[in-house]
Every structure is written in structure tokens, then in C-alpha cells.
């Protein structure tokens, strides 16, 4: 397999994520389509550095799931706070900041 | 040494100005009045210097420092004594002592910090006419002129509370600057042709010159050099700061506005004789301005009920005399009438000074007479004074004003030499007037309702007085001057009657030796030059008695000196014989009577033409128009933008995160397609 | 078709059909699982890119743990399906256009990446004639811990700092 495909599948990927964030009105499912982003990068990275021929891509990899562990963790406290305040998991009952 | 002139009394004003209120009266008039003596000491020592060197070679320059370097440009602050300068020093300095030994009885009522606060601004002022008559270059002179426009808006106004002082000090400073625009231009003409602010240098490239016909560079950057100078020296159109400025203490109306500052102008033309020599066009307008303003103040000094008003139009007019005389190129003579001037217009100043101090405040003539015999010394150091100002012959005025009238006669204006002969006429008159009505006959007391009974010609009354003189108190206790007072007066009584003798002219026997000490400084500096012009001032002094000029001088004075015996007899006829026909002569000429009292309704008009539509201009047009409409409007126009556009931008904070994301994608793909297209 | 390429469009087509799932789904308990699918799918293409630590890597922290934990906090928020809350009820409306902008976004996003990677060039050399890949787990370690070390140690830095920002954001606040 060509490398083509693996980019375009990447590219498949972070699309379908970015619209998941768009189309659902749920805070863990918003939190979901970012992972899916992610890991579709992360998809990419790898594909690159086979392609380069070293590790390179790999160990960012790494670095990506780590931070988006560290980012699953605090999103998800943060739903956890919002849910008490308002019961409710819609982006949209967030609306204080609004003018 | 030069520079101690001006540095003694400058020292006196920094003393009396911070440390004035703790010192007691006596030190701070003491030591305002003994750094005057010392200037006058350190001034008659150079002068007497001077006078020993040969008559071609008579200057003293000294440098102090360079105050502008500029490329080719440069100023020192430089003095020079020459002989024109001498006379002016010691007029300055010597009278000015007398003045300020006088001030101190004068005002000796006032407050102790007032007081000193009197002399400081007096010192100061000496300073700035010292430096103005010794600079030896434009500007330093402008420094002086400036400072002393100052110091007369100080001390005319110093007694600021009350309001028509403060209008008066305003007004005269306000017309003075008008006049040292004028000035400034001038000096900025010259400069751009000599490329020099230098007297003597600017005197050596004029003389190289041609005399200039018709309208060109030198007549008219010494035209606005007059202008200021009819600012300064109140003549007309800006002379109508001078009656006004009357509201300030007497001395100080001795001091400034008769003897030194009002003679700066003419002053500042005899500087410039060699300029002025070379641009006749601008001398003509000299002369008629001169010959008209006296003749115009002389008319209005006549009606005046005011002591020290009529005394103010009478220095305009004489100031207008002497600049007649600098017009027609007599500029030794006028010089000459400068100096006499000086003692008696401030021996009589000083005298109604004296007049006012005895009748604690009363200065309407009207309500005066009959104080001869209570005030002796007042009476007849005034009556001295007033000889010598109407050119009774001997005395010191006659001989001034009569060589100021030959040299006009001589010349060639024949129809200026009547206006002068008038105005003398007119000089006799008022100043008879003015003695027989303040020293003469009963007193006259209740003068308010009186004076508003003759409505036919009090309607317009325009002087302001105190309102101290009612409730006169009783003749019983008038008490004459005091020591100090008195003795200005006498001394100036004196000078009054030897200062003239020496400029006796030729036709009776003297040497007229003032000519010949000024001659130097009215020709160009260089040397040979300066010998010829002494020469020649010599040798046209013997020289014009050969060819029959002698019998026309001593024809013209005896036209003089009849001129002055039958303007006194006039005033002794209306005012003293017949009483009632003055009230006569007023009812009967009733408007020309109230055109003169109004001073021919000059400052109406002024007022009308140019105060009221700059105050609109300034109301409506700067003020409501540019600063509060532009400005103002700019400024928070501003405000007002930012505000509108910060109340649109703000909805842009829905507060849903979709909203946020959307937008933020958008970017991405933007971008993104934007570095694909490319 | 080689075995390879067929293993490629298996494991693609999962992890595609994964996420569409994941973005379709209406319980989020079904979402979850659904990702965890694709995360699997994800895991056969890593090994097929001889990067066989990652794939396994991959498993155990991401579905292994951080699934996990999404799943522990659907489970104690008893997060309902989408619409059922009461607040849903409460206000039926929502907010078409983000909506419906975010759609067009996102074929406007693939039609971006498909555009450029036809103007790429060189995407066409197969697997096996690439340079070997390097799949050793002791080469991953040491470059690890040689050249990205200063990485790694600010990575561990970062991950207290969110376990400390987690532990009290979802404090409970004594009232």
C-alpha cells in the first residue's frame, strides 16, 4: 500500500471528527470526535515516518496520546462540573458568556 | 563697569521681590532708592570718562556674552555709551532716583509687603530702560523695550483690585504689543537685507547707501520701527493707552510715562539717525505724525477735568513735538526737548502727586483752588514746572521746544511749524488752566452734585477718581509735601529752569553744546566720519549765524516766547477774570465741547471697530466653532467610533461553543485552501 | 488484490465505519463502544506499518484507559440520549446553522486534502519498496530517551498538571 492511502484515510478520518464536533449536541460525543481527530494524526504521523524510514514518527505518536490522555482527563472533569451546574449535557445550556 | 548700570537696580528688584514682605519699609524703600543713587553714580563716572575722550572716538562698548550663534547669524549681549546714551543714562538714572526718594513718602500708606512690592516692580523696571538705552544691538534693545512694556502693565495695574486699574494695565499692554509686532517686523526686514541686528553695523552699510526715493526696503522696515514706536511712545493710532494708564500711583505715572519709558521711542529713533536719514518717506510720516498728535492731544488736554489726565494728554502732546523734530531731521533737538521734558513733565506729575497726597485723594481740578497758600512748595515748584512746559522764556522748556520749532521752520515745513506754534499756544492755555483752576482763587467743595448739575457739559464724564474728596476735610488741614517729597520737587524745580542752558543756541551767545555733544552719534561710525559730523556740527553751528539765519532764529523766538505769554494770558482771562464765560464757551460750542471731552470718541471707535469683532470672532468662530465643534467633536468622535464599533463586535460572543468551533474550522479550511490555490 | 492491500481496506473500512458510527449514534454508551472499534481497526493498520509497539501501545492506553474512563463518566453522570434530558425538553430549539456550516466545512475540509495530495507527488511507492521501517522496541528506546528526552520530561510535568486540574475541577464544592 502506498502511502497515498494511508494519507487519504488520515484525511477521511479527521474529517468525519471535525464533523462529529459540529453535528452533536452532547458534550461526550463532542469529546469523542476530538479523539477521533487525534488519532487520526496520529495515523498520519506513523505513516510518515515509515515512509522516512525512522522512528521519528513513532515517538510523536507517543507524545500525541499522552496529551491527549491529559486532555480526555481534564475535558471530561470539566463535563463532570458543568453537569452539575446545569444538568444537562448540551453545548448550547452553556450560553453565559454570551454579550 | 557698563553692565553695573542695570545690574544695581535688577539686583534691587530680585531683593525687594523675594524678601520684600519681611523687610520693614524703610530698608526696602531705602534700598531700592540707594541702588537707583548707585547706578546714577556708576553712570556719571562713565559719562565723565567719556567726556574725556576726543569727541570722534567717543564710545564704550562692552561685551558680555554671545547670546545667538547661528550660522552666520550672531548677537551679543553688548552695551555701548556713546553720547546719546550718556544723555538718556543720566535723565534714566537721576530722575529715577528722585522718583523713587519720592515714592517712598508717596506711598508710604501702603502694606509693607505691597510697598516692597511697589519698589520691586520699580527697580525692575529701571533695569529694563537701562538695558534698552545701553544695547548696541536690536534685540537687546527689544529685551528692554519688552521689559519695561511690562513693568507698565505691573504697575499700572498695582492696584489690581480695584477694576479700572487692571482694564487700564491690561489695555496699555495689549495696544504695546501691538506697536512691538510692528517692532519685531521691522527688526526682522532689516535683518533680512543687512543680515545684521547691529546699530552700529547697519548704521555703516546704510551710510554707504543712497538715500531711497520712494518706497523701498530701508523706508519700509523703519516705518514699522515707528509703528512700534508710536506704540511705545503713545502716538497716534496707539496712543490710547496713556490717559488710561493714569489709574497707576502718580510716581509711577512720573517715572514711566513722562520722563523714560513713553521716550523710548523717540529714543530709539536718534539710535537709529542713520537709518532714519536715509528713508525720507518714512521721516515725512514721522513729522506729520508727530505734528498731528499734538496738535490733537493739546485740543483735548484743554477740557479735561482731571489733574493728572490733562497732564497725560499733554505728554502725548510734547512726545508729539519731539517726534516732529526727529521727523524733520532735527534729531539733536529732539533729543534736547526729551531731556528738558523729562524734568518738568515729572516735576509736575510730582507736584499733583503732592496735590492729591494733601487732599487725600481729590483729583478733580473742579473741586481744587486756593491751595496756593496752604501748599507753598507744591504751588511754586509746580508753577515752575508749568513756566518751563508752556516755553516761558529762560527756562529750560523754551530753549528745547524753541530749536525744535527753527529746525522745522528751517527745514522747509512751514505748515507743520503752525501746527507747532498752536500746539505751544494750546500748551500755555491748559497748563494756565490748569494752575489758576487747581492753586488759585476760594476752594471749591461740593463738587459731585455740582458737577452732575452741569449736565450741559458733565454728561460725559471720563476720568475715574477715588472717592476719597468729599467730605473734604477743612483747608485748616492741608499739609504740603513731606521732606522727601519735597525734596524731588525742588530739585527738578531746579533743573527745570538751568537744564536748558546747555543748548543755548547760537544766536544768543552760547555754544549750544548739546548739539555738539551729540553729533557723533547721529553719523555713521566710522572714524573720519564721526570727525566730519562734529566738524560740521560745529562749523553749521557758527556757519548758519552768518547768513541771516541768526535774525530768523531770534525772530521765531520771540514768536515763541509771545506764543506762551498770551496762551497764559488766556487762561488767566477765562479762567480767572471771568469765570463764567469758560461755563459760556462750553454751553455755546456744546458739541465740539463733548467731542473733546470724549477724546474724540477714539476709544469708541477702536473699541467698535476691533475689540468687539475679535471678541466675536474669538466667541463664536474659534471657540463655540473650532474648539468645541472640531476639536472637541474630533476627540469624541473618536470615542463615539470606537463605542459603536465595540457594540457591533460584541455580538459576536453568542456564548455557544458550536459557534466558536465553526468558526475556527473555518479558519482551517481557509488557510488551507488558500496555500492550495497557490 | 495481495494480502496486504486486503488487510488495509479491512482494517480501514472498521475504523471509518467506527467513527461514523461514533458521530451517528445518539446513546453515548453506543458511541463509546463504537470508537473503541475503530480504535481496534486503527491498532491493524499501526501493525501494518511495522510500527508494532504502537499498535500495541495504542490498545492498551487508548482503549485500554482513556475509553475507559470515558466510559466510567457516562456511567456516573447517567448521561441520557440525546434529546431526553430535561433541559432538552425544555427548549426544543436548536441552533440550525452551526449546523448546518460545520457540514459544508467539513466536505469542503476532504475535498482540500484530497486536492492536495493529487498535486503531491511520490505517494505512490508501495510499502515494499520503501526503505525498511524500524520496528524494534529497543531503537524506540533509545532515541526516546536520548534525543526527545527534555520532551519527555516536560510530557510527564504536563500530566500532573492535568491530573491536578481534573482532581479539582470535578471536586464536589462543600456548600
Not at chain 2, 117 to 143: C, D, Q, T
Not at chain 2, 550 to 568: D, H, N, P, Q, Y
Not at chain 3, 74 to 79: C, F, P, R, S
Amino acid at each position: 500500500m502506498s502511502i497515498g492511502h494511508y494519507l487519504v484515510l488520515s484525511g477521511l478520518l479527521f474529517s468525519i471528527g471535525a464533523a462529529g464536533v459540529f453535528l452533536r449536541r452532547n458534550l461526550i460525543t463532542l469529546l469523542l470526535s476530538v479523539e477521533i481527530m487525534l488519532n487520526a494524526v496520529n495515523l498520519s504521523f506513523v505513516a510518515f515516518g515509515r515512509y522516512n524510514g525512522d522512528v521519528t514518527g513513532q515517538i510523536i505518536t507517543f507524545f500525541v496520546m499522552t496529551v491527549a490522555a491529559a486532555e480526555a482527563a481534564v475535558g471530561l472533569a470539566l463535563v463532570i462540573a458543568l453537569f452539575r451546574h446545569r444538568e444537562s449535557l448540551n453545548p448550547d445550556a452553556f450560553t453565559s458568556l454570551k454579550w | 563697569m557698563l553692565a553695573l548700570i542695570p545690574l544695581f537696580p535688577f539686583a534691587g528688584f530680585l531683593v525687594n521681590s523675594t524678601m520684600g514682605k519681611r523687610l520693614s519699609k524703610s530698608v526696602s524703600g531705602g534700598l531700592a532708592s540707594l541702588v537707583m543713587l548707585a547706578s546714577f553714580a556708576v553712570a556719571a563716572v562713565s559719562v565723565w570718562q567719556l567726556a574725556g575722550m576726543e569727541p570722534a572716538q567717543r564710545a564704550v562698548e562692552q561685551t558680555l556674552y554671545t547670546w545667538i550663534a547661528s550660522g552666520d547669524f550672531s548677537v551679543d549681549v553688548a552695551f555701548r555709551l556713546d553720547p546719546l546714551s550718556a544723555v538718556m543714562l543720566l535723565v534714566v538714572t537721576g530722575i529715577g532716583s528722585l522718583i523713587h526718594i519720592y515714592s517712598t513718602a508717596y506711598m508710604h500708606d501702603e502694606v509693607d509687603s505691597e510697598f516692597a512690592r511697589y519698589f520691586s516692580y520699580l527697580n525692575l523696571f529701571a533695569a529694563f530702560m537701562l538695558v534698552l538705552v545701553l544695547g548696541s544691538s536690536f534685540p537687546v534693545m527689544f529685551i528692554g523695550w519688552e521689559g519695561v512694556g511690562l513693568c507698565s502693565y505691573l504697575l499700572i495695574g498695582f492696584w489690581f483690585k480695584k477694576k479700572s486699574a487692571a482694564d487700564a494695565g491690561k489695555k496699555a499692554f495689549v495696544v504695546n504689543r501691538i506697536g512691538d509686532y510692528a517692532f519685531i517686523l521691522g527688526m526682522l526686514a532689516l535683518f533680512a537685507q543687512f543680515g545684521t541686528l547691529d546699530i552700529q553695523a547697519i548704521a555703516g552699510r546704510v551710510a554707504a547707501m543712497p538715500v531711497e526715493a520712494g518706497f523701498g526696503i530701508l523706508s519700509v522696515s523703519t516705518l514699522l520701527l515707528f509703528i512700534g514706536a508710536t506704540g511705545k511712545s503713545a502716538q497716534i493710532p496707539l496712543y490710547t493707552w496713556l490717559p488710561d494708564a493714569m489709574e497707576g500711583p502718580t510716581p509711577v505715572s512720573a517715572l514711566i510715562h513722562a520722563a523714560t519709558m513713553v521716550t523710548a521711542g523717540v529714543y530709539m529713533i536718534g539710535r537709529n539717525a542713520v537709518l532714519f536719514s536715509h528713508a525720507p518717506e518714512t521721516m515725512l510720516i514721522v513729522a506729520v505724525i508727530g505734528a498731528a498728535t499734538a496738535l490733537m492731544a493739546g485740543t483735548i488736554g484743554l477740557v479735561q477735568n482731571d489733574i493728572k489726565r490733562v497732564l497725560a494728554y499733554s505728554t502725548v502732546s510734547q512726545l508729539g513735538l519731539m517726534f516732529l523734530a526727529m521727523g524733520v531731521g532735527a534729531f539733536g533737538a529732539g533729543i534736547f526737548h526729551l531731556y528738558t521734558h523729562a524734568f518738568f513733565k515729572a516735576l509736575l506729575f510730582l507736584g499733583s502727586g503732592a496735590v492729591i497726597h494733601a487732599l487725600h485723594g481729590e483729583q478733580d481740578i473742579r473741586n481744587m483752588g486756593g491751595l496756593k497758600q496752604y501748599l507753598p512748595i507744591t504751588y511754586w515748584t509746580f508753577v515752575i514746572g508749568s513756566l518751563a512746559l508752556a516755553g516761558f522764556p529762560g527756562l529750560a522748556g523754551f530753549f528745547s521746544k524753541d530749536e525744535l520749532l527753527f529746525e522745522t521752520f528751517a527745514e522747509g515745513h512751514t505748515f507743520l511749524w503752525v501746527i507747532g506754534a498752536l500746539t505751544s499756544l494750546l500748551t500755555a492755555t491748559y497748563m494756565g488752566r490748569l494752575v489758576f483752576l487747581t492753586f488759585w482763587g476760594e476752594r471749591r467743595h461740593a463738587a459731585p452734585a455740582a458737577g452732575q448739575a452741569h449736565a450741559a457739559h458733565g454728561a460725559h464724564d471720563d476720568h475715574k477718581h477715588s472717592t476719597g474728596g468729599h467730605g473734604a476735610p477743612h483747608s485748616a488741614h492741608l499739609h504740603d509735601a513731606p521732606p522727601a517729597m519735597a525734596f524731588a520737587l525742588i530739585v527738578l524745580a531746579i533743573g527745570s529752569v538751568l537744564a536748558g542752558y546747555i543748548g543755548v543756541p547760537h544766536a544768543l551767545g552760547g555754544h549750544n553744546q548739546l548739539a555738539t555733544w551729540l553729533a557723533p552719534s547721529f553719523s555713521a561710525p566710522a572714524v573720519a566720519g564721526a570727525a566730519e559730523a562734529v566738524a560740521e556740527a560745529q562749523a553749521g553751528a557758527e556757519g548758519a549765524e552768518a547768513a541771516g539765519e541768526e535774525a530768523l532764529e531770534l525772530t521765531l523766538m520771540a514768536v515763541s516766547s509771545g506764543i506762551a505769554v498770551a496762551g497764559i494770558a488766556i487762561a488767566f482771562f477765562i479762567w480767572v477774570m471771568r469765570k463764567e464765560l469758560a461755563a459760556g464757551l462750553a454751553a455755546s460750542f456744546g458739541p465740539l465741547y463733548r467731542l473733546l471731552l470724549n477724546k474724540y470718541y477714539v476709544d469708541e471707535l477702536y473699541d467698535a471697530s476691533v475689540v468687539r469683532p475679535l471678541g466675536v470672532v474669538s466667541r463664536e468662530g474659534l471657540w463655540r466653532g473650532v474648539d468645541v465643534g472640531v476639536i472637541d467633536g474630533a476627540v469624541n468622535g473618536v470615542g463615539a467610533i470606537v463605542d459603536a464599533g465595540a457594540a457591533t463586535l460584541r455580538r459576536l460572543q453568542t456564548g455557544s461553543i458550536r459557534a466558536y468551533a465553526s468558526s475556527l474550522f473555518m479558519g482551517v479550511v481557509l488557510v488551507l485552501g488558500y496555500y492550495l490555490w497557490r | 488484490m495481495g494480502f496486504d492491500q486486503l488487510l488495509f481496506f479491512a482494517f480501514a473500512g472498521v475504523s471509518v465505519l467506527g467513527s461514523l458510527v461514533v458521530i451517528g449514534q445518539r446513546n453515548p454508551i453506543y458511541s463509546v463502544l463504537a470508537l473503541i472499534l475503530s480504535f481496534f481497526g486503527l491498532s491493524g493498520l499501526y501493525v501494518l506499518l511495522e510500527a508494532p509497539f504502537v499498535a500495541v501501545v495504542q490498545i492498551i492506553i487508548y482503549a485500554g484507559a482513556i475509553m475507559v474512563l470515558f466510559l466510567f463518566v457516562v456511567m456516573l453522570l447517567n448521561v441520557p440520549r440525546e434529546g431526553e434530558s430535561e433541559w432538552d425538553k425544555a427548549h426544543p430549539y436548536f441552533r440550525p446553522w452551526p449546523l448546518r456550516i460545520g457540514a459544508v466545512l467539513s466536505v469542503l475540509m476532504v475535498v482540500e486534502l484530497v486536492w492536495a495530495l493529487s498535486r503531491t507527488s511520490g505517494l505512490n511507492v508501495g510499502v515494499a519498496e520503501q526503505r525498511p521501517g524500524v520496528s524494534s522496541v529497543a531503537e524506540l528506546g533509545r532515541v526516546l530517551f536520548t534525543d526527545y528526552m527534555f520532551a519527555f520530561e516536560v510530557t510527564s510535568i504536563l500530566i500532573l498538571i492535568a491530573m491536578v486540574g481534573a482532581v479539582s475541577l470535578a471536586k464536589k464544592r462543600e456548600s
